[in-house]
């Protein structure tokens, strides 16, 4: 049997464009005599679809899918993702199920038994688990096929469930094991991802196919690395990251084994690559061609014009300098320096007269007021302001610029600095967003060194620095990590070692700022919890307060 996997970048929603990419790549399996070939989970409509799934016109458009995708199924049977109506009326509308089409014909669904509930995921919203399960005869094989969560269950030690469905379906004496997934990016997720199914081989001795969704859809991004695994362990195929990809495999020959061939995975060509994707599809995907953003001279502006030249080519991206009299100039060289090595458009717009107009008309207002917090802000809403007057006049999306760190302690304007149509960098600590650079520069500079180099500041006011206002970044961020990714509460954060005083005062930070994160633009998401959706803090609440 030659099991083929179409690892395939779809987009929600679009019926017409996932189904052409799909019956394309059966007609390029059949040329290549493969057997059968397996598309990732809900790919007729693209994972997550959330609430259009409340839309019977949506679920129809679905089924329609489907039965064209079973007509094409000839000489060649095909596994999909779709949505199934649930013909119980006293549970959810819809399964999440896996159709085995053969011969012009649903032949078989298989629904997922195990809804995840957690950080992105809510499937329970929507779906009803199965309870029942079937393994599919084919070609003399009989396949256990699975749905993504399905598999992360191994010997019912995960505490959210009580069902193991691999267990379940072993009970049928499979010859091998299918899974088709829509496993979301993180950093370190490939690596657990990979432990997972090499269990879950290791558990069963069984091949393992394992076909994951590729692609970004607004933050949440997908990796693709789908898995090949023989039945000792090892990885016998795994495809590359962030790209469309269609491969067959000889079951014979994974049964028999004997190659390791897993890609490396260094976390900041991870995170560059997954970061430049979610910029192109978010664009792709919106109908979108060109972003601009402010360009400062600072590490977070720089890092961020890279990703976006990278992502939509340097004749779609725009950015506007805009010193202030409290500029250094080492910035606007640093800035005009960047623009010019990417080769990207760039207007440099003063704003020490606008904002000194500003201070005229608010004067007999602030009359005797020190200069503090608002003078600073006027100057970044007035930036945002410029930015966005750019963006309507010419049809560019902003680019938001601010790093995980900022917009953790709030060291941000809203409707400044952290306006913007999409967050790049907003799931990037400020010490990552450094190690991101060199990593931008390993093959000779592009972003200047002097600002590798200089200490980071807004500048605002004379001489500004970070650090007069928060904690150095190598103290703030271990304490953020531990706060929102392991979710260490105070009494945990001093019992490793943190300074008390410091800890209560970031922690106090974080939870007092949620009201600027509700109003920002969505964060591409590289770590295990990002800002977002797969993050939901009450803006009034006392907790650490």
Sequence with gaps: MKIAIAQLDFHIGDFEGNLTKMLAAVAQAKIQNADLICFSELAVCGYPPRDFLEFDDF?????????????????????????????VLDGKDLYNSAYF???GAIRQVQHKVLLPTYDIFDEYRYFEPATEFQVIEFMGKRIA?????????????NPLYTIVPMDKLMGQQPDLMINISASPFACDHAEERLHVIRANVERYGLPMFYVNQVGAYTEIIFDGGSLVLSPKGQVFDEMPYFEDCLRIYDLAEVAQGNREVAQPREKYRLMHDALVLGV??????????TAILGLSGGIDSAVTAVLAARALGPDQVRAVLMPSQFSSDHSVNDARALAQKLGIQYDIIPIENIYETYIEALKPHFFGLPFDITEENIQARIRGMILMAFSNKFG??????SNKSEMAVGYG??????CGGLSVIGDVYKTEVY???????????????????KPPSAELRPDQKDSDSLPEYGLLDPILYQYIEQRHGPQELIAMGFDEALVRRVLRLVNINEFKRHQTAPVLRVSAKAFGVGRRMPIVGKYLS
């Design 59 to 87: 679920i129809r458009r679905c089924e329609a899918s489907v039965q064209q995708l079973a007509q094409a199924a000839q000489g060649i049977a095909i596994i999909v993702g779709a949505p199934t109506r649930n013909p």
């Design 101 to 103: 089409l053969e011969n």
């Design 145 to 157: 096929l699975t749905i993504c969560e399905d598999i992360w269950n191994l010997g019912n030690e």
């Design 280 to 289: 192109r599809d978010y664009f792709r995907k919106s109908g979108l061609r």
């Design 396 to 401: 560019n999306i902003l680019l938001n610029t």
């Design 413 to 418: 304007t809203l409707y400044g600095d952290m």
């Design 435 to 453: 190690e991101l650079a060199r990593y931008i520069n390993k093959d000779g500079e592009v972003i200047p060194e002097n600002t590798l180099l």
